[in-house]
């Protein structure tokens, strides 16, 4: 016999009617369960989890119309169908007003029956994916999931989480490959609006006219090509967010409408006359310094200002050198999942490379090379030579970057020291085991120079 295609509670007082509709719908390949009223069928919600519930309207103790309001709180991803026996068009709406998905009048239409609990279970399964998918986006755009345990990382989080709050208009800086996107998506998904959309628009990749139709849309007729009316990126970001990256690459006459809608909250279309007002909040992004762009005559001011209620700048990877460590595990433990690899982590000598490179390309070089390496290696774990340019590097260098002659074993030590806290996050164990000392010495070295582990990952042992 086949796997049951979905769940089915069946509720009805009618002993008979309960059992042999139940039976029926197992014949059928559901999974039943019935329960006698209203208040048993609540107790079963949870536990049964079923994905369409068939409920009569007339029962004791608690009836079909009560089933249906304490119900579809506790089960929003069930699909109800209620059943009445005497089929007046104002039970059947006030079922529907009540949260019920269909109704069916007694005596029951089997076929149509049928059809209604196939139906039911398609809608079930689509509410069940979709609220999956809204756990998921939540999931994957929280605060702790924004990679980062360095001090100049953590601030980033808690302004996100502030601003995230508000209604504000946030300017997101930061080099490219640092994550700008991802932090306006975190605003977003943490926001009043995280059910609204969250539309984005590269505003680099786009000429002039053809940006200016994409943001705000245009009418039939308003330019060659354009055959029909057309909504813009606000319009549909309308109840949500509109991401801007790379803001500073407006042009002129298009900052000026956009400092329209910032002012006004309305626009038109372009070559139309109707004024269209819209609800949405701008997150913008740039990797240039936009205040700079502003004294050379490049920007306007006002508009620098209405999108700067609040700026988040986000630091470069070769300022935060104890995430790199992190970030690394994590990309490796992603991609070897994705591509079916059973990889045990990284040598000694390829992790440290890899926190001691600059990633002038920051998070998104860093997780190219480490998705490149687990595609292209040959053993349990990534080694340097999985890293073409860092293993050139090390080659380049004699793997002694940091060795100059007649200097003290002392410094040597400190060098050493320091390089694998930063490597390690700050773990004086995983250092220990990586440098063949004991634990207990780097902590006697680390007070002996006055730092803390979590200071010397953050690059504290660097300076004498």
């Known amino acids: 016999m086949s796997a049951p295609c979905g769940r089915v509670l069946v509720v009805d007082d009618e002993a008979n009617a309960r059992e042999a509709l139940a039976e029926l719908l197992s014949d059928e390949g559901y999974e039943t369960e019935s329960a006698s009223d209203g208040k048993k069928a609540l107790d079963m919600l949870e536990e049964f989890d079923p994905h369409v519930v068939v409920t009569d309207l007339k029962m004791p103790i608690l009836d079909g119309i009560g089933l249906l309001e304490q119900g579809k ?26 949260g019920a998905d269909n109704y069916l009048q007694k005596p029951l239409d089997l076929d149509a029956l049928s059809a209604l609990v196939a139906r039911g279970l398609e809608t079930a399964n689509l509410k069940r994916e979709a609220a999956q998918l809204r756990e998921a986006l939540q999931e994957r755009f929280s605060y702790g999931r924004i990679i980062g345990g360095h001090p100049s990382m953590q601030r980033v989080m808690k302004m996100v989480a502030q601003v995230a709050k508000s209604r504000a208009t946030v300017l997101v800086q930061g080099e490219s490959g640092t994550g700008k996107e991802l932090i306006a998506a975190a605003i977003h998904h943490n926001s009043g609006r995280r059910d609204g959309p969250f539309v984005r628009l590269n ?21 060659t090509g354009a055959t029909g009316r057309r909504d813009g990126r606000f319009s549909q970001a309308h109840g949500g967010t509109l991401f801007l990256d790379e803001v500073s690459e407006i042009s002129p006459s298009v900052q000026v409408k956009l400092l329209r809608f910032l002012q006004e909250k309305e626009f038109e279309r372009v070559g139309g006359n109707d004024t269209i007002e819209v609800d949405v909040r701008v997150v913008a992004a740039t990797n240039r310094d936009l205040k700079a762009l502003v004294g050379e005559g ?60 600059s990633w002038p390309g920051n998070v998104r070089e860093l997780e190219n090379a480490i998705e490149r390496a687990v595609v292209m290696s040959e053993g349990e774990r990534l080694e340097i030579e999985d890293f073409p340019a860092l293993d050139a590097a ?71």
């Open 73 to 98: 709180p506790v089960a929003p991803g069930t699909v109800f169908l209620v059943m009445t026996a005497f089929g007046t068009i104002d039970t059947a709406v006030e079922a529907i007003k009540k």
């Open 203 to 223: 505003c680099a990749a786009l000429a002039e006219t053809l940006l200016e139709s994409e943001l705000f849309g245009h009418e039939r007729g308003a330019f």
């Open 298 to 357: 490049g920007f306007r001011e006002d508009l620098y200002y209405r999108l700067n209620v609040v700026q988040i700048d986000i630091p470069p990877l070769r300022e935060r050198r104890s995430d790199i460590s992190v970030l690394a595990h994590h990309f490796l433990e992603h991609y070897a999942e994705d591509n079916d690899r059973a990889l045990s982590g990284f040598s000694d000598e390829a992790l440290r490379a890899i926190v001691a490179q």
């Open 394 to 464: 090390r080659q380049s260098t004699g793997n002694q970057s940091f060795f100059v002659p007649g200097m003290k074993l002392a410094s040597l030590e400190r060098i050493a020291i320091a390089e694998t806290l930063e490597a390690t996050r700050g773990s004086t164990r995983e250092a220990a085991e990586m440098l063949g000392i004991s634990r207990r010495k780097i902590q006697y070295r680390l007070k002996e120079w006055g730092v803390t582990a979590e200071q010397a990952a953050d690059g504290a042992l660097r300076t004498p």
